[in-house]
């Protein structure tokens, strides 16, 4: 299973203080992010940041929720694609510069960040957030005497971030939602029932909070929200948009809808049609929980074959990638799916996963399954072979992980012990979104990349196409 990206909560309420209303909003998110989490509110004056390591109600009770004052702000749920997980690294980032007070949260990778950390004539920036963060000072630093000032500063210095950004940001009296160009990462706008308004990750945090969607933030474009209501600006050159074709996959809740399409509709298509591409004569289809399940329907809705569980999730266990060291892994699969032998003892299974990207996750499942009894082990995956190292958000860039960079998919249905192992195509997936011309990210199962990805990655992946 792939790592995560982070989720990002922004509100402006016209009637109330927000940081209950933030704190559902990260709730709703926390699948996006399991490291950290971090509110920061403003009463009109003055910005009062809160964040830790942890799950969010691991991080929040009520004192601190008391003590974050105010009626607009912005949370964060953190991943860490780049940098370690310290209390450092956690956002929303912060920068008083003069009188103003600015605060950030970020979800995504920026790819130029050696460039923009020489300019800044940092020598060491921990993490491209916080190289964000400096670079917005000092621009909101060089700019003091104007009154728009955040607005401003990033219509200067968000041209020069090259990348995936998905960005909530303040200062003491408006919210910012603002899209990379290629809008690599979700963003959406809600409206509230007071006349606020809230930006967000992903529309199932809208609905957990009571706010009606409204549209997506459009790649490349920054939304400012003050008392005045919402302004667009688009600071960037226009490109052809490049979601995250994972965000359908696996990132998302089942009930978002990106560019206008269920996604839970959209895995159910994608297991329909692993089906047609890759059928076999089985007893029982049982999903990889949770995000194989709606492919899983789909695949048993296609084929006829009964869908059943055979795997129980623990819920209470954060997800197993989470952990950043292969021991850590390891042990998590075993906290987190236990099987169930009476359905899948001398049967023939489908089990349906929705990606294979390292390998030793699914190499467990397998066995797992097999050691509960199950005759055969057939496994379906809802997403083509992930053979290229993702520089947007995901914690891929190590291409020399990658099973499917290495193997041959007969070597990897060898290499997982399963008795057969098919894919979905590319052309397939795309289909199933249902929005297949919309403009997609596939660079890691494609090998093409929509922006410049660095150079220190790996200098030869671009060779080996
Ligand atoms: S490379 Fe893959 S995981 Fe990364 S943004 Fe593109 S589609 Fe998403």
């Known amino acids: 299973m ?164 998905s960005l909530v940001l303040m200062d003491q009296g408006r919210i910012v939602g603002l899209r990379d160009p290629h809008g690599f990462r979700p963003l959406c706008l809600g409206s509230l029932p007071d006349g606020g308004w809230v930006i967000a990750s992903e529309s199932a945090a809208l609905d957990l909070v009571g706010a009606r969607f409204v549209r997506e933030v459009a790649a490349g474009e920054m939304l400012v929200i003050d008392a005045g209501g919402p302004r667009s600006y688009h600071p960037f050159p226009e490109v052809k948009p490049g979601l995250c074709l994972f965000e ?73 990638f989470i952990e950043p060291t292969q021991l850590l892994r390891d042990q998590g699969i075993r906290l987190k799916l236990n099987p169930i032998p009476e359905t899948l003892r001398g049967r023939r299974v489908v089990l349906v996963d929705d990606s294979i990207v390292r390998g030793s996750t699914t190499k467990k499942l397998v066995s797992m399954v097999r050691e509960a009894g199950a005759a055969e082990v057939h496994l379906r995956i809802s997403s083509p072979p992930y053979r290229w190292p993702c520089f947007y958000g995901m914690d891929t860039s190590d291409r020399d992980t990658l099973i499917a960079a290495r193997l041959g998919i007969e070597e990897i249905r060898h290499h997982l012990g399963a008795d057969s192992l098919g894919y979905l195509s590319l052309e397939a997936l795309l289909e199933a979104t249902g929005v297949a011309d919309a403009g997609f990210c596939t660079a890691c199962l494609s090998g093409r990349y929509p922006a410049e990805v660095p150079v220190t990655a790996d200098k030869f992946q671009l060779e080996r196409r």
């Open 248 to 320: 359908f996959v696996y990132f998302a809740r089942p009930d978002t809808h990106m560019y206008g399409r269920s996604i839970h509709a959209a895995r159910h298509e994608m297991g329909r049609r692993l089906c047609e591409e890759h059928p076999v004569d089985a007893d029982v289809v049982v999903p990889v929980p949770e995000s194989g399940i709606p492919a899983a329907q789909g695949y048993a809705a296609a084929s006829g074959i009964p869908y059943t569980d055979g795997l129980v999730k623990n819920r209470y266990v954060g997800r197993t």
């Open 2 to 165: 792939p790592g995560e990206a982070c989720g990002v909560f922004a509100a402006y309420s016209t009637t109330q203080r927000v940081s209950h209303l933030i704190y559902f909003g990260l709730f709703a998110l926390q699948h996006r992010g399991q490291e950290s989490a971090g509110i920061a509110t403003s009463d009109g004056e003055t910005v009062t940041v809160f964040k830790d390591l942890g799950l969010v109600p691991q991080v929040f009770d009520e004192p601190a929720l008391a003590g974050l004052d105010g009626h607009l702000g912005i949370g964060h749920t953190r991943y860490s694609t780049m940098g370690s997980t310290t209390w450092a690294n956690a956002q929303p980032a912060h920068r008083q510069v003069g009188s103003t007070s600015v605060a950030l949260g970020h979800n995504g990778n920026l790819t130029n960040t050696a460039e923009l950390a020489a300019a800044l004539g940092v020598s060491e920036a921990t993490t491209d957030s916080d190289l964000m963060a400096e670079g917005l000072a000092r621009a909101i630093d060089d700019g003091r005497s104007d009154a728009r000032g955040l607005e401003l500063a990033l219509m200067g210095v968000a041209p020069t971030w090259q990348g995936a950004f």
